[in-house]
């Protein structure tokens, strides 16, 4: 099921509280402010409520925000990137079933480089390899970059581990956690999974029409579900505390920019460089791989210049890892 996209009145309701933040603010002003009922102000703060937003209901007097929400809709992420080209244009739903679809579809009708999709919740996030992604309402960030950038096609899987190079640098300066990607991009905390990421594009043989980043944050999940708790864990179970959904994405579509733009001028090469420093998994780690139906183990041996992955199989072959996945083998 897909539900619309938020309201822009309900963007401008978020943003007229945040605005307002130490006062009560009447409802037949909010009405009036905003373009809508007193009724539906009301039905918004409960929708609102439900997500976990603050909001003190005064009798007779109004609303006030009883702390910062932590929603991520487009002003409040906007006002975080003043001058971005990656999130100028940010897209909120409380519920989609995923935002890589979205993405994909509103790419298909020109939209711009540098749009976000983001979802307070998905219906049916999509993972790597045909999986789910599990995506809590309002405990994870779920959102998905249109990008368009100037290459072939076959040169597309760098972006891949760009995004994972982002989203390591965006946990740690965010939270202070610092993870290990596991090739191609899979963020890990105390060696359990906290973000993923799904690289989907639309593209003809030789051209490439638009690249869709689909990143998966679990920020302040409380607990994990039973089948996912050996393998995954979320930012707040590791570190303790609650975190901002909101700084930490704020923080990866600047990281995303950056090194959009370090890729535009360096080339692959300091893209590999800087995943190679950022990832465990890089070089001299045993690992056992599954690629195309084939299984075998091995020691890693860097990144060639795609950014595909050089193992040394016990066999003594060496493998090109472009697709697939590998786990650390102990
Ligand atoms: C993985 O399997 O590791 C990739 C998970 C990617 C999940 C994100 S959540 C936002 C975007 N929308 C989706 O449907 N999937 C990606």
């Known amino acids: 099921m897909t539900i619309g996209p938020t309201d822009h009145k309900i963007d401008r309701l978020v943003h007229l509280l945040v605005r307002n933040a130490t006062v009560v603010v009447p409802g037949p002003k909010i009405a009036s402010e905003i373009g809508v009922s007193r009724s539906t102000v009301w039905e918004w703060i409960e929708k609102l409520r439900e997500l976990g937003v603050a909001i003190k209901g005064h009798p007779r007097h109004g609303y006030q925000l009883e702390k910062l929400p932590d929603v991520l809709v487009p002003s409040l992420v906007r006002a975080e990137l003043p001058n971005a080209e990656i999130g100028h244009k940010v897209i909120h739903y409380f519920r989609t079933e995923s935002t890589n679809r979205v993405a994909l579809e509103l790419g298909a009708q020109a939209a711009p480089h540098g749009t976000v999709i983001v979802a307070e919740e998905q219906t049916a996030g999509r993972g790597r390899l045909g999986r789910c992604w599990y995506s809590e309402k309002s405990s994870g960030i779920y959102a998905s970059i249109v990008l368009r950038p100037p290459m072939p096609p076959a040169a597309a899987p760098i972006l891949t581990l760009l995004a994972g190079v982002a989203a390591h640098d965006a946990v740690r300066s965010a939270t202070g956690l610092s993870g290990d990607i596991r090739w191609p991009n899979d963020l890990l905390v105390n060696g ?45 179970l590791e570190g303790g505390r609650h975190y901002s959904r909101l700084q930490i994405l704020a923080e990866l579509l600047r990281d995303v920019e950056r090194y959009y733009h370090m890729h535009l001028n360096e080339g692959n090469a300091a893209i590999v460089r800087e995943w190679s420093a950022a990832s465990s998994y890089a070089d001299g780690k045993r690992v056992q791989l599954k690629a195309g139906g084939c299984e075998a183990s091995g020691i890693t041996e860097g990144l060639d210049a795609s950014g595909a992955l050089k193992i040394r199989r016990d066999d003594g072959r060496q493998e090109l890892l472009v697709a697939g996945e590998i786990t650390e083998l102990r």
Do not use: F, Q, W, Y
């Not at 869709?212 to 944050?217: D, E, F, Q």
């Open 192 to 236: 359990k999974k906290v973000c993923g990421i799904l690289t989907e594009m639309k593209a003809e043989v030789d051209r490439l029409h638009m690249i869709v980043l689909g990143i998966g944050i679990n920020v302040n999940h409380t607990s994990m579900p039973d089948e996912l708790r050996e393998i995954a864990t979320s930012l707040a």
